[in-house]
């Protein structure tokens, strides 16, 4: 029998239920911090003598592919001192690694910690791309280019090279700042992600500089268009989302926002109710506005009608969060268009 830890008191009430039955095996699925297992084991312990295991079996499922990454797992991992409980555990799993996707045996220590520094390197990596977006202006490089150099290096790899206004989500900023603090309470200082969880907070809001520029420093009586408020595409999860962050500034500044996301509106009503133009369409987002500005890369934004754009909006400008167009494009198209890393059309 395998339960969550999160959900405690429903699992101490089975053990209970079930104590004269065969050695159970309980499971933590969550990402959790180091030594949550002994934890667990000695929570239960208190309540029950009967024989049980703990193991730590943390998911890699990525937000709008969880079906697909739960029934084609990339790989699994095992965090078992019991070697019954471990081969029950793979043969719990055996049907779904048929292709030879590898289940990863481990102490229940290693296993709580590889979550954590599986998504702590991705949002690293996600973040060394913008600083380096952001030098890449500085000194007239293009990120796009520097981006297709390093992918092609096999020990880099072509994911999460692209550049933006920060990550966002429930799992990258929870786990940065989750393994930091667990590095803090065991007498370790890990700068490097002290310094992703700063910059990123930075990047989120990267482009508002540019839009107060643009503006001569006055948003007062303007409308900017905003296309994507989730915090990535196949969502309508907002939490922590760049969006959130740009919007507000913008509100602060005195803009008025007609906003648009094809799943996320319902919670941003929530969060901001009347105070921002909810739109039901892309278009009617940019109707008479000053300038557009893009926060999240849904497939519905890259190739939009821009004629259409030039001819409804006041001015045809547009701040890309996401480097979703072409630059040569948008210039071919008449459009002032900012980006991240790549030199500005005016």
């Known amino acids: 029998m395998f339960y969550g830890h999160r959900n405690g008191h429903r699992t101490m009430h089975l053990i ?4 004269n039955r065969c050695t159970k095996i309980i499971v933590d699925k969550s990402t959790v911090p180091v030594g949550t297992s002994e934890k667990v084991r000695d929570a239960i312990s208190k309540h029950t003598n009967i024989d049980f295991d703990v ?6 499922l990525r937000e709008g592919f969880a079906v697909d990454d739960f029934l084609k797992p990339e790989r699994i991992i095992i965090g078992s001192s019991s070697d019954k409980a471990t081969e029950q555990m793979k043969k719990l799993y055996k049907p779904y690694v048929r292709s030879g996707n590898p289940i990863i045996v481990m102490d229940e220590k290693s296993a709580e910690l590889t979550k954590y520094a599986a998504n702590s390197f ?7 791309m913008n600083e380096i977006a952001n030098f890449c202006e500085k000194v007239g490089a293009d990120v796009d280019k520097v981006r297709v ?15 933006g206004i920060g990550y966002g989500g429930s799992c990258f900023p929870k786990d940065v700042k989750a393994l930091h603090k667990s590095g803090k309470e065991n007498n370790y200082d890990f700068d490097i992600l002290k310094s992703v969880i700063t910059v990123n907070d930075t990047q989120k809001k990267i482009l508002i500089p540019r839009i107060l520029s643009h503006f001569n420093n006055d948003l007062k009586g303007k409308t900017l268009g905003i296309w994507g408020l989730a915090f990535k595409p196949e969502t309508d999860d907002i939490r922590e989302a ?3 962050y740009m919007m507000e500034e913008l509100l602060k500044q005195g803009a008025k926002l007609n906003v648009f996301d094809p799943e996320a509106m ?3 009503k929530k969060r901001f109710g009347d105070q921002l133009n909810y739109t039901s369409n892309m278009y009617e987002a940019i109707n008479n506005v000053d300038a557009l500005i893009i926060c999240t890369e849904w497939s519905i934004f890259r190739t939009p009608d821009f004629g259409k754009l030039k001819n409804n909006m006041n001015s045809p400008v547009i701040f890309d969060g996401r480097n979703l167009y072409d630059v040569n494009d948008l210039k071919a ?11 500005p059309v005016n």
């Open 266 to 268: 319902p919670n941003i």
């Open 242 to 244: 760049p969006a959130l």
């Open 149 to 163: 150099g390093m992918g092609t290096d096999s020990r880099i790899g072509k994911r999460f090279l692209f550049p």
């Open 333 to 343: 198209e008449g459009f002032h268009y900012s980006s991240i890393g790549r030199k």
């Open 55 to 60: 193991v730590s079996n943390p998911e890699f």
């Open 122 to 128: 991705l949002a690293t990596k996600i973040t060394f």
């Open 16 to 19: 209970r239920r079930h104590r």
